[in-house]
C-alpha cells in the first residue's frame, strides 16, 4: 500500500531536516510518497529542505502565508497513495510510530486513523499545560456529540483513506483543519 505523506511546513528550520530524514527512514518497511509544502516560511527553512532535495519527492511552495489547511490540500492535489499521512514538521511527532497508525487501517479497513499524544505507556513530548486542558475539554465536547471515545481530536497524526478525504471537502485553509 502507497502512502502519501504531507508536510506542512512553515518556519521550521531547526527541525524539518530531523523530520524528513526520520521520515525517510520508514521507506524501508513502508512504500511512502513524500510530499513538503512551505507555506512561505521566512526563516531559512525553505533553503534547506531545497539543499537537501534527496529527503523528498515533491516540494510546493506557496507564494504567499495561506495556512496549514491550504498546505493540506495543496498536499493531496499532487498526492497519489492510497492513504494520506499528516506529518507536522515540528517533529512533535515521530515517524517511527507511522507502523501503529498503520495497523488499524489495514487490519481493521478502517477509513481514519488517528495518533494519540495521551495514550500509551512511552515517553511522550511535553506540551503546554493550558493546551492539554483545552485539548481535553475540546474532546471530550466531541466525544459527547459524535458518542464517540476519542483521546486527542487536536492530533497532528492522522492517516486518512484518500478517497475519503476527497469526500470531505475541505473549506479551511487555516490551522482550523485540525
Do not use: W
Not at 505523506?5 to 525517510?24: A, S
Not at 481493521?108 to 500509551?120: I, P, T, Y
Amino acid at each position: 500500500m502507497k502512502i502519501s505523506v504531507i508536510i506542512p511546513v512553515f518556519n521550521e528550520e531547526k527541525f524539518i531536516l530531523q523530520t524528513l530524514e526520520k521520515v525517510n527512514e520508514q521507506k524501508k518497511n513502508l512504500e511512502l510518497e513524500i510530499i513538503v509544502v512551505d507555506d512561505k516560511s521566512n526563516d531559512g527553512t525553505l533553503d534547506k529542505i531545497k539543499k537537501n532535495n534527496s529527503l523528498y519527492d515533491y516540494l510546493i511552495e506557496n507564494n504567499k502565508n495561506q495556512g496549514k489547511g491550504s498546505a493540506i490540500k495543496k498536499g493531496l492535489e499532487k498526492a497519489s497513495g492510497e492513504a494520506i499521512l499528516i506529518q507536522d514538521a515540528d517533529f512533535e511527532y515521530d515517524p517511527a510510530d507511522y507502523s501503529k497508525l498503520i495497523l488499524p487501517f489495514k487490519n481493521f479497513n478502517a477509513d481514519v486513523v488517528l495518533g494519540s499524544r495521551f495514550k500509551g505507556s512511552q515517553p511522550k513530548k511535553i506540551i503546554y499545560y493550558t493546551h492539554q486542558v483545552a485539548n481535553k475539554i475540546l474532546t471530550m465536547i466531541c466525544n459527547i456529540l459524535t458518542n464517540r471515545n476519542f483521546s486527542d481530536i487536536e492530533t497532528g497524526y492522522k492517516l486518512i483513506r484518500r478517497s475519503t478525504l476527497k469526500e470531505l471537502n475541505i473549506s479551511r485553509n487555516d490551522f482550523g483543519i485540525e
